[in-house]
């Protein structure tokens, strides 16, 4: 395949400022030819091979990414862990990406013992396609918080911080817009026993939600057999207590924990990279750093209406088969929100998302 190159990388292909270096008396040697850069699309693009089968190439090892510490990947091929960088090219052709590998990556990697200088004990060269991925905007990069889990459990709290029932329908969306299961978890229930109620805005819709409590144990059993056996991300705002939650699943594992800033009421930032821990019942979960604000502008106005399930039924009753659901007249969702059928502050949630939607 063809891929693009930065044009930062190359060379100037001319030499310049002949006047002024001729007013300042230096001495310039003129060469016999000058190399000229083309201009044209192809020029600016390098073929690579890939494999369609997903084996690695020969003298490639395979491995799952476990964690990002900073320019150095840790990638784990089965028998051992390895200490990774990331071939430029690569970087080129994921430019677009926040991180051009992200935890839970399936990878090939060459062992090596130095690479640019830099000791490394391998070089990643390509990455598998991604599936089951949890997306977000970043800037202007796709920022991709996990990839290849089956399902994440969206953390959020009865209190310290506040619950945000906005920002559980932007996970939920992203989790079914990048073919995830998402499953609500209300954590820190026995600071808020009242708070169980708001469960009941996903429950009636079909999802699966939870209420646990790392400090009395409550729903720790039922979380556990969520994780069994499945490829799982772990995701919410700082100070829901994702780590805590994971240090009662399996014990031993002491993730860094803290307690929630009494002056801004917020979580401070603990886990500042995603990690990917091995359960003992089987399975694993990634461990994602907390995330305050979460920009889904990546996900088309017309494609918000797929991710809203109390929607998808009824959008052929809509006059206009454009109708964004937002300001039309004789609009089956409007008419729904209205009657009751449709809780208001979901459709308020659409309402936002639509409205920062890009394109």
Request: hydrophobic share 40%.
């Amino acid at each position: 395949m063809r891929v693009p190159l930065r044009r930062n990388r190359s060379g100037v292909p001319r030499t310049k400022n002949w006047t002024g270096r001729l007013q300042t008396g230096e001495e310039i040697e003129v060469a016999h030819r000058e190399n000229v850069v083309a201009k044209g699309a192809l020029s600016r693009q390098r073929t690579i091979i890939v494999r369609d089968d997903g084996a690695p190439a020969e003298g490639l090892r395979r491995g799952t990414v476990l964690a990002m510490r900073g320019l150095y990947v840790d990638v784990d091929s089965g028998d051992r862990t390895w200490s990774c960088t990331i071939r430029r090219m690569l970087r080129t052709r994921l430019i677009k990406n926040r991180h051009p590998v992200t935890v839970g990556d399936r990878v090939h990697f060459s062992v090596r013992e130095k690479y640019d200088g830099v000791t490394a004990a391998g070089v990643i060269e390509a990455v598998d396609p991604q599936v089951g991925v949890l997306q977000r905007r970043s800037g202007r990069r796709i920022h991709t918080i996990v990839a290849n889990v089956d399902q994440v459990i969206i953390v959020t709290s009865a209190a310290q911080p506040r619950l945000k029932p906005f920002l559980i329908d932007r996970y939920i969306v992203s989790a079914l817009a990048g073919n995830i299961t998402p499953i609500i978890c209300l954590n820190k229930i026995d600071l808020d026993e009242s708070a169980v109620t708001i469960l009941e805005r996903w429950l009636n819709l079909g999802y699966v939600g939870l209420a646990t409590s790392a400090v009395t144990g409550r729903g720790i059993d039922e979380l556990r057999a969520i994780l069994k056996g499945k490829e799982s991300g772990i995701a919410g705002q700082s100070g829901v207590g994702k780590s805590s939650l994971l240090n009662v699943v399996q014990p031993g594992l002491a993730l860094r924990t803290a307690d929630v800033s009494r002056q801004a009421g917020k979580g401070r930032h603990t886990t500042t990279t995603a990690q990917l821990i091995r359960l003992d019942i089987g399975g694993y979960v990634v461990d994602t750093p907390g995330i305050r604000s979460f920009d889904l502008s990546i996900i088309g106005k017309h494609e918000l209406e797929a991710y809203f399930i109390e929607f998808v039924d009824r959008l052929a009753g809509c006059k206009y088969p454009d109708c964004s659901h937002t300001h039309e007249l004789e609009c089956a969702i409007k008419s729904a929100v209205d009657n009751g059928e449709i809780d208001p502050d979901r459709y308020r949630s659409y309402v936002t998302l639509f409205d920062e939607a890009t394109f």
